[in-house]
């Protein structure tokens, strides 16, 4: 059993940055981050496999977002950069093994709880 726990969500303004933490116990796999808005289908934002060396992105976040891990403290990272009020959702860290369809969020099995980062224009 796989347990998340995402930290590090809050209110920023926009153009500014943020940095989430997803600390990770009962082993290591590929993981990814999501979002959800009120009323909105859960959107996927980067994905990182398990050692790090493969990184995928959503459309919206590309060039803005960076996804990390450190496996040695079990924690993945998603730094955000010149967040926009489109940004605000509540972010999930999820976990999953195999690299198909990394962009959809039925392919994850186990979830954080989610932690919220609203943008203010």
């Known amino acids: 059993q796989v347990q998340l726990v995402e930290s590090g969500g809050g209110l920023v303004q926009a153009g500014g940055s943020m940095r989430l933490s997803c600390a990770a116990s009962g082993g290591t796999s590929s993981m990814g981050w999501f979002r959800q808005d009120t009323g909105k289908e859960r959107e996927f934002v980067a994905f990182i496999s398990r050692e790090g060396s493969i990184t995928y992105y959503g459309d919206s976040v590309k060039g803005r977002f960076t996804i990390s891990r450190d496996n040695t403290k079990n924690t993945m990272f998603l730094q955000m950069n010149d967040l926009k009020p489109e940004d605000t959702a509540v972010y999930y860290c999820?976990?999953?093994?195999?690299?198909?369809?990394?962009?959809?969020?039925?392919?994850?099995?186990?979830w954080g709880q989610g932690t919220q980062v609203i943008v203010s224009s």
């Open positions: 999820a976990s999953r093994t195999g690299l198909v369809e990394i962009s959809d969020p039925s392919r994850y099995v186990f």
